[in-house]
DNA sequence: CTGAAAGCGCTTACAG
DNA sequence: CTGAAAGCGCTTACAG
């Protein structure tokens, strides 16, 4: 079932079937009918691989994730697999597992089958990665910032500022002794961006950050977020509230607090980042920076696919810098019952 | 960068290229040397799109679910991807959005791209689309039982006989009212299957069941789950116990029995499938039948990959139907903390 | 507006 | 063991 069998069906060269598969407006209206009849009749669907090996667009983005499991990553996937598809798009969506290797190897375009473009989530990549990066097909970094250059693109949320709304509604309901929890080496990851944040925004508030307050977590999921508060408060550690890097993390946290006997929020207020939606169903329900997960999806696909974003864009000396608007939602977790407090 | 410039670099031709990279012992070790040199100095990666196109095997499977907001399918995608990946394959995930149209296309096989299987959850199938149906390329159906032809393969849990575990365990645990919750209609659907293991448990025991005890759920998530349960309190109906269609709509329940103030277990237990990781974050924690899904994705992927499963398999009149074990794991939500009962 | 030719990168027979 | 040819389905110039 190929061209030739729709050309010979609608009694044209398989040129003219092509010419109309591809909306070219050379051909005569009612030859595009009779081409479109044999097409249903035959239902015929163009094989995209000649198209590939032929070379120009695939109109596939490849989406480069390090894992579905943090369902933050899973519903990315869904939503921008599904504005990619009313825009014509395919997209693909590659796992890198956390994989430094894979991950150069889609930065680079050393793949076995063509894209247009590429959306990754980088998880490994060392910042030597991305010295001197240009890519010859649009790269849309999500998550960490990049010093990037020709073609490259990164659309995130102001992750310092984010952390600053979160420490000042921490301390406008009293809180004095905030434990970070997530905390990145580095100058551009995500978790070291929020870190900054969040130590800006305790200093400005005349907090005073003891260094047993920052604590590392080697995965952001739920298992570890509940073992690093653990030892926290095993370890006789003193805090009123916790930030963590993200819901998983803070989901994990409310675990280990109700273990040990810990009110949340009288006790300690837990913060995270995503607003996955279990974090309205755990209990307390958790507050969360929100992203704008529309304006994140339709940046990075306009990104992908060459269209220069407008709104909210800022385009720094050689890179892209897309600025996605976030919002702090506020649970029971991080406010009393009783309070009427934002 | 194609297999030309290697055979130049080598001094081969390119024939022998394809020979080498295709693992073929009809090269002399020391060209194959030069070769795998001449390929790592190059950074050569092999362009499918040449083998796609050329016919033949693909190395890839269509991977067909209708979402990844929920997290079963997302982990599934995960660890089918990985155990893929580790046999040489890749995965192409593909959203149906609960399309009936689109998943009726990788039914047949009629999509742009190629690929040697196709493992697909259906969601929106008709019976009747699967009526006489007989796959080219092997085609592997999760979740729906099928009365499949040719090169067709099922693989699920044994989704009555769980239910049948579950009521077991509600009635050991003195529940007498128990509600189901995510009914559907028709024969051969996950949720009919578990509401008919779930009626003939309870009549096994003796329970009669009032209609009103059998209520459906237009989606299989946490909204509806909440919802439908609050109808169901506010209506006056009174239960003992929930058995959720899957841990979304348990998880749900649980926000709705919180809400008005049903205690859990105590007053109603309740009781899901899949296992979530979320639902051990749960308060109180979700009792959930677990499937073994590591023999669910490597029975998909044999049967895919065209292995005839050996383990735990029950071959039908025409149908290949492997059963995969699971298993009741009991947690807070329908066991009292000081009970001993398994 | 339509037709005939060339070529994308690869693999599969077929010769040597 | 290696080489030269054909062809997978499509699109891109190039003629008519």
Redesign the interface.
Known sequence: MSIKDVAARAGVSWKTVSNVVNERPVVRPETAERVRGAIDEL?Y??????R??RGGSTRTIALVLP???N?Y???L??RI??AAGERGY?V??E?S?GDREVER?HLVG?????VDAVILSPMALEPSDLVGLSAATPLVLLGEAVPAGENVFHVAIDNAGSAVDVVRHLVDGGRSRPLFLGAEEGQRSTGAERLAGFRAACRYAGIELDPSLIRRADVWD?ATGRAVVAEAIDGGLAFDAIVAANDLLG??A??AL?EHGRAVPDEVAVVGWDDL??S????PSLSSIAPDLEALVSAALDAAMGVMPTAGDRVGVAAHEIVVPHRLQVRGSSVSAGSARR
Chains 1, 2 share one sequence.
């Open positions: 239902g669907v163009p094989n995209h691989v000649g590939d090996l894992e579905l499991a369902p990553f899973a519903i996937a869904e697999q599904k395919t693909s969506v796992l597992l190897d050393r793949t076995a089958r063509p739920r989901i994990g409310l675990a109700r939606p279990e309205a169903y755990a209990v």
